[in-house]
């Protein structure tokens, strides 16, 4: 389940973001049956017509596809198009506050370099 009260974004972006990243990381293959809006509205605890909106999202971006009376599959695409959104949504939503945080603090882009390295050696451990 996920958990949404601390978040300011809209849930059913957040559900954008979570099957993405289900793809991304491979949990879920290119060409394969995700769950049933019904299905992933119980399991996130949502009204089924907030995950319909974000499956819809999902479409518009030819991450996912429909065959109708039949399901909801990855797109041929999809690993790559869940990419390109996340990293739009990144840069355009989140950057700008990390960007501002930055220029009050005086950091500069090179003073993230160590951090991440460490984060990235974290993940991989």
């Given at each position: 389940?996920?958990?949404?009260?601390?978040?300011?974004?809209?849930?059913?972006?957040?559900?954008?973001?979570?099957?993405?990243?289900?793809?991304?990381?491979?949990?879920?293959?290119?060409?394969?049956?995700?769950?049933?809006?019904?299905?992933?509205?119980?399991?996130?605890?949502?009204?089924?017509?907030?995950?319909?909106?974000?499956?819809?999202?999902?479409?518009?971006?030819?991450?996912?596809?429909?065959?109708?009376?039949?399901?909801?599959?990855?797109?041929?695409?999809?690993?790559?198009?869940?990419l390109i959104y996340l990293q739009q949504e990144f840069t355009?939503?989140?950057?700008?506050?990390?960007?501002?945080?930055?220029?009050?603090?005086?950091?500069?882009?090179?003073?993230?370099?160590?951090?991440?390295?460490?984060?990235?050696?974290?993940?991989?451990?």
């Open positions: 389940m996920m958990h949404f009260e601390n978040s300011t974004q809209a849930i059913y972006l957040q559900i954008v973001e979570y099957v993405c990243e289900q793809i991304i990381l491979e949990q879920w293959s290119i060409g394969e049956k995700i769950p049933s809006v019904r299905e992933l509205a119980v399991k996130m605890e949502v009204n089924p017509n907030t995950v319909m909106r974000s499956y819809e999202v999902l479409k518009n971006e030819q991450i996912i596809f429909d065959k109708r009376g039949i399901g909801y599959f990855i797109a041929p695409h999809g690993q790559s198009n869940a355009s939503k989140s950057l700008p506050q990390v960007f501002k945080t930055m220029y009050l603090l005086k950091m500069d882009i090179t003073d993230l370099q160590q951090p991440f390295e460490q984060f990235k050696k974290n993940l991989d451990t």
